[in-house]
């Protein structure tokens, strides 16, 4: 019987061949995972959506309240009504701070100006602030942070007021 003798080269080449179709296959196989459509599973943020604020209230008329959780202001009118706004200004989405001693909303990137109520009082920001949807049920407000509403002017419907019984 006679022995194979294998070279160097023939081994090298084999080992190209088997190489080059391992790079293949993970090719196929990223592509077909590119592809593939992926099960949506709902995000965290959006687990949470629904932020309880509190008792209608603890809220002060003429008065603006953080909420970190939900990444908006709350805030409650003079007339009683409240709106549910965006952090992030309409311009670049900065996040814009309340400063309680001017009564106005400052962004610190381009010194954008919001009322109370979130409207534009010095450019550049194009729009008002994003409204989120309030609920008032039992005395308590919800908010949903799920879907901020875009809008470009303050409009009288957009404040949500405790309906009278």
Aim: hydrophobic residues 40%; neutral net charge; contains cysteine.
């Amino acid at each position: 019987m006679e022995k194979e003798s294998y070279s160097r080269r023939s081994f090298l080449n084999k080992l190209w061949v088997a190489l080059g179709v391992v790079a293949f296959a993970e090719v196929v196989a990223v592509a077909i995972s590119f592809f593939k459509p992926q099960k949506a599973e709902p995000a965290a943020d959006e687990l949470d959506a629904i932020v309880i604020a509190g008792a209608v209230d603890s809220f002060e008329p003429g008065t603006v309240s953080a909420f970190v959780q939900g990444k908006f202001y709350l805030a409650r009118l003079d007339d009683g009504g409240f709106l549910a706004m965006s952090r992030n200004c309409t311009h670049l989405s900065c996040s814009v701070p309340w400063i309680s001693k001017e009564n106005k909303f400052i962004c610190p990137c381009h010194s954008s100006e919001f009322d109370i109520k979130g409207e534009v009082i010095n450019p550049p920001a194009p729009r008002a602030l994003d409204l989120y949807p309030v609920a008032i049920e039992n005395n308590i407000l919800s908010v949903d942070t799920s879907k901020p509403r875009r809008r470009s002017v303050f409009e009288p419907n957009q404040v949500v007021y405790v309906k009278k019984t």
